[in-house]
């Protein structure tokens, strides 16, 4: 899905919420989370100072978290359901809202909603997920099989050494992706990646530490096929 589209429909949630009426009981005052839960049922609406802080504060960053959640589930239709609800999410819990990154705490909602996609997927396979050899990781880098993923070669074909790069980025295990993309990426530093991640900064470090030669690993294996395949 083109990202215009997905914008449309963010901006038709909070144009919602901005002129919907409130009700007593969404006036009260919630203990802010970091990463909102579920609404039971549609967010309340925002002042209007509220609704343009919104906009200011997380809608613009709609672009970085549609990326993140299209490089984490590989699929622009889950990447679309992950960001709206990410959204709607944030909306929701944005009266209290009490400043900070709104960069990391969008990213952080979608990053969420991506694991909470993949932990059903695991669910609903019939077939065991795959994983990498020698990963020391815990459960949540297992990884649902992405049929439709073009292969480096065929990624190289069609666009270019970059693509083959995303390509071979996409190969990786979530755990893996997600800190390349947050670091290489969107540029956070290891202690905010730690903390989005909810893991210890080490763990963060051991990745990104790791995420390289498994980078290379993949493209030597890439360059000696294409070797292969030349007359």
């Known amino acids: ?3 215009s589209s997905s914008h449309a429909s963010l901006r038709g949630v909070v144009g919602w919420a901005a002129t919907e009426p409130r009700s007593p009981a969404e006036e009260r005052l ?4 970091l990463t909102p839960a579920s609404p039971t049922a549609r967010p309340g609406p925002l002042s209007p100072e509220q609704t343009r802080r919104f906009r200011e504060v997380v809608l613009v960053h709609a672009d970085a978290a549609y990326n993140l959640a299209l490089r984490l589930s590989r699929r622009p239709d889950v990447a679309e359901d992950i960001v ?7 909306l929701g819990a944005f009266s209290n809202y009490r400043g900070g990154d709104g960069r990391s705490w969008i990213l952080t909602i979608v990053r969420n909603r991506f694991y909470d996609w993949l932990r059903d997927q695991r669910r609903k396979a019939t077939a065991p997920l795959s994983r990498p050899a020698n990963d020391a990781d815990d459960d949540e880098d297992w990884d649902f099989p992405d ?13 270019s050494q970059a693509g083959a790069l995303h390509a071979l980025i996409d190969r ?14 969107e540029e956070f530093s290891y202690r905010e990646i730690a903390v989005m991640t909810e893991s210890p900064i080490g763990s963060v470090m051991s ?14 294996a890439h360059e000696a096929k294409l070797g292969e395949a030349r007359p």
């Open 1 to 3: 899905m083109a990202k």
């Open 30 to 33: 919630e203990t802010a989370v």
């Open 84 to 90: 709206n609800d990410a959204y709607v999410r944030a």
């Open 147 to 159: 049929t439709e993923q073009d292969d480096p070669e065929e990624a190289l074909a069609k666009k």
């Open 172 to 185: 990786l295990p979530p755990r893996l992706r997600e800190v390349i993309i947050l670091r290489e990426m």
């Open 207 to 220: 990745r990104l530490a790791r995420a390289p030669g498994a980078l290379a690993e993949a493209w030597r």
